[in-house]
């Protein structure tokens, strides 16, 4: 019986979902408010900068106001002004293409706490935006702003919102205003680790406006960038990528715990660089393939920006806790088909099993160095292609009877 429950999904109840999402809204308030209440200055409790990572960006932005954009790339000047700017020795590199530096200077006009309440405030904004694009109604809203994501996004005053309303947001508008879409698409360029699918799948699926608008977006924030601070910035961002990828991605004392894919997981049980890299490879080639199978077929267009979101997350050896925003929207579109369409069995259980993965993923790939957050994400894309291959299977079926109950009159006949 209780086997039952789990497959139907009955145990999903409504007071259930409403009480687990006002709960984590609640949590991620006092969670928050502790922080701030605690802090003194730019500085939390634990000696660290409000916003964690946050103290990033806004030091990349002042550095380019004051002049010192390419500068900004240089670890030992930002470390330098970060510490003058918090007091504390903990340092937040800026790794960032220059197009996104456009976006820290804007931020950077504001003090420090201001600038940090503007920026979590507009991307939570844009993101929840996205969602109600996707699937509108107040147990959304309830859903969405409870998701666990959304308190570690908080937490580190990260860009999981903005990616987030990003990719959705054009795969919302994608059906109707291609040229929007690829707007927003384009201006994913700051995080170019999840732009590896997307061109892909967009010609596969005949969307060439969007992939033209995306093109002509990506170029002019480029040229925006360099007309601000010319090519020195470039070369100042070129000549830290192998940095960036040597100390922050590569090395045995990185915290996988916080990372979510295949190259995570073998880094945290310390396999050597070639077996991560190998791994990562694969199942980036698994969720390529899974994703154009799903965009070249006549599929619902929610599951196919399901699958689209939730591969796209698997496809990057560099995504983290805070980027399971994303895995927000995915969840979104699938229930939105779902409640269009119905569900199948295990589909509810698993989709709230999703859900609330980012509460413990890193606490589990910490203790018992298994990256919960990848095993979910593959679960999930499984689920959305078998979903899919279902639906295919039927639509044949149906397609099938008439011409068969043609034949057969004829053959009477």
């Known amino acids: 019986m209780a086997l039952e429950r789990f497959a139907n999904g009955t145990w ?24 701030f209440l605690t802090g003194h200055g730019t500085v939390d409790a634990f000696g660290r900068p409000l916003g964690t990572d946050f103290s990033s960006f806004w030091t990349a932005g002042r550095m380019a106001l004051e002049g010192h954009a390419a500068a900004a790339y240089d670890w030992p000047s930002h470390m330098q002004f970060q510490l003058q700017t918090h007091g504390v020795e903990l340092f937040f590199p800026w790794s960032y293409p220059p197009i996104f530096l456009l976006v820290a200077a804007a931020l950077a006009t504001l003090p ?38 959304v308190l570690i996004c908080l937490g580190h005053g990260q860009t999981g919102f903005l990616t987030a309303a990003l990719l ?73 990528i192998p940095l960036t990828r040597t100390i922050v991605l590569e090395p045995d004392s990185a915290s996988f715990e916080k990372f979510q894919s295949a190259f995570a997981w073998m880094r945290l049980w310390g396999e050597p660089l070639a077996v991560a890299y190998g791994l990562q490879a694969a199942v980036t080639a698994a969720a390529l393939v899974g994703c154009v199978w799903a965009w070249r077929g006549e599929a619902s267009f929610r599951l ?40 199948r069995p295990w ?25 919960l957050g990848l095993f979910m994400l593959a679960v999930l894309f499984a689920l959305i292609l078998m979903r899919i291959r279902a639906e295919s299977q039927e639509s044949h079926a149906i397609g099938a009877r008439p011409a068969a109950m043609i034949e057969k009159g004829t053959a009477a006949a």
Do not use: N
């Open 168 to 240: 959705a947001g054009g795969l919302a508008a994608l059906p109707r205003r291609e040229v929007v879409a690829g707007i927003l698409f384009g201006l994913l360029a700051y995080k170019p680790q999840f732009g590896l699918l997307l061109p892909i799948v967009l010609a596969v699926g005949g969307h060439w406006r969007a992939i033209f608008a995306a093109a002509a977006t990506v170029l002019v924030t480029c040229g925006a960038a360099w007309l601000a601070w010319g090519w020195p910035v470039w070369q100042a961002f070129l000549d830290s």
């Open 112 to 149: 420090y706490l201001a600038s940090l309440a503007v920026w979590q405030g507009l991307s939570l904004l844009a993101s929840f935006a996205a969602l109600r694009a996707i699937l509108p109604g107040r147990q959304a809203v309830l859903m969405g702003l409870g998701f666990p994501a």
């Open 304 to 343: 196919k920006a399901a699958a689209l979101l939730t591969g796209t997350l698997l496809s990057s050896p560099y995504v983290l806790d805070y980027d399971f925003v994303v895995l927000g929207m995915a969840l979104a579109f699938f229930v939105a088909e779902g409640l269009q369409s119905g569900f």
């Open 347 to 371: 589909e509810k259980t698993v989709l709230a099993l999703a859900w609330i993965t980012p509460v413990a993923a890193r606490e589990i790939a910490k203790v018992l160095y298994l990256p």
């Open 12 to 35: 999903l109840t409504p007071p259930l979902i409403t009480f687990t999402g006002l709960a984590m809204i609640a949590g991620t308030v006092v969670a928050l408010g502790m922080l």
